[in-house]
């Protein structure tokens, strides 16, 4: 069976629309966009549409995340894929997307955005740890879920996705559903990507963005990485130009071998500071767990969090606090920051050590 089966079937049968640039991408007198000739800024090229998946930056990011280049398509952050994939695979009133939470807000919203089925199965414990039983026996049970997604490292536990419990899921929801593996965070760990096993598993979607490790978030480059059959479905529903040709240049200096070198030292710097961050957390008294986790962030449980969260904004520290999430009503999860960002709020911490 084919993935087409498990796409919605308006999106299956419908005709794509063929943008200007993707029947003809090349060079000569280019009459057929109603672009300008010329652009007001000088040199910037930007009176022509942009290449709707520019080659070049699809071929590096394949490089990068080791695919072929037909395993790749860029968008707008990772947001941008996650919204894809609901709205390619979920019809309406119908379908549902499958969530362990807490996790990552977007997956929700997308599922809410496209009117598909929310299912959720919540993370157990102190460590929220994945319910793996329960996870399989949705997937088994119902047949409503399209899309599940996973993310590794989990936002905001930090928690892994095991290859062992991710092939047997795929087994599971083979033929089922597709199964989205989030590596938002995936730089900071050193568990390798499951971007190896998109080859044999047609149901299996990665999703990689620049916005985290590679300190792009206004950058707005992500990409999705699966089999070629599953690309050609979510092309047919992305914008024709999603990426601005700007944001494909800066994307391109980006990956030149320079900036992979900074890129490089810019992890041994989060791993550091995150051992900082920590030492500033620990024996607080108010403080009653730390989740350090994977990726650039460690989640804590406390005291009076709405009281801390308000000390440390009125010292001018921002921190993330979860009041919408009845799971997380004691959590904060604390960005690894510069090491001077640390001290401040290491400093904050001690004066409001005093008041309680
Ligand atoms: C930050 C984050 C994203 C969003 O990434 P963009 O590429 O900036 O859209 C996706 N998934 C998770 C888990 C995140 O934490």
């Known amino acids: 069976m084919g993935i087409e ?19 003809a991408p090349g060079e000569g007198i280019l009459l057929n966009a109603n672009e300008s000739p010329w652009p007001l800024l000088e040199d910037s090229g930007l009176n022509r549409y942009p290449d709707p998946q520019p080659a070049e930056l699809v071929s590096r990011l394949a490089d990068l995340y080791g695919v072929p280049r037909e395993s790749v398509l860029v968008t707008r952050g990772s947001d941008e894929g996650i919204d894809l994939l609901t709205r390619v695979f979920c019809r309406a009133g119908q379908d549902a997307i499958l969530q362990c939470p807490p996790t990552f807000g977007m997956y929700k919203i997308a599922a809410q955005t496209q009117g598909a089925e929310i299912i959720s199965v919540p993370r157990s414990g102190a460590a929220f740890a994945l ?10 049970q119902d047949r ?9 490292p989990n936002n905001p536990t930090g928690d892994l996705v095991g290859k062992e419990f991710l092939q047997q899921l795929l087994d599971a929801a083979q033929n089922r559903a597709i199964v989205v593996v989030d590596e938002a965070y995936a730089e900071f760990c050193q568990q390798p990507s499951a971007a190896g ?10 999703l990689r963005t620049m916005s985290k490790a590679w300190a792009a978030a206004g950058l707005r480059c992500g990409a999705v990485l699966a ?8 092309r047919r529903v ?16 980006m990956l030149e071998s320079a900036v992979l070198e900074k890129q490089q030292h810019l992890m041994s710097e989060v791993s550091a500071n995150k051992e900082f961050l920590l030492r500033q957390l620990e024996s607080r008294e108010f403080i009653r ?8 962030f460690v989640l804590i ?13 009125e010292h001018g520290v921002i921190i993330r606090g979860f009041p919408a999430d009845p799971s997380l009503q004691e959590y904060i999860r604390i960005s690894v920051g510069s090491q001077s960002d640390i001290a401040t709020l290491g400093g904050v911490l001690d004066e409001w050590e005093k008041t309680v």
């Open 5 to 23: 089966s498990l796409a919605r079937p308006e999106i299956v049968a419908m005709k794509p629309y063929s943008s200007a640039r993707k029947e």
């Open 131 to 140: 319910d793996k039983r329960a996870l399989l026996g949705a997937v088994e």
């Open 144 to 152: 409503r879920i399209k899309v599940i997604f996973l993310t590794s």
């Open 197 to 206: 096993m998109v080859d044999d598993h047609e149901n299996l979607v990665i």
């Open 227 to 234: 089999q070629p059959s599953v690309i050609a479905l979510l």
């Open 238 to 253: 992305i914008a024709p130009y999603p990426l601005p040709s700007p944001v494909v240049a800066l994307a391109l200096r």
């Open 289 to 296: 767990n730390i989740i350090p986790g994977e990726a650039n």
């Open 301 to 313: 449980q406390v005291d009076n969090a709405d009281e801390l969260l308000t000390h440390c904004a």
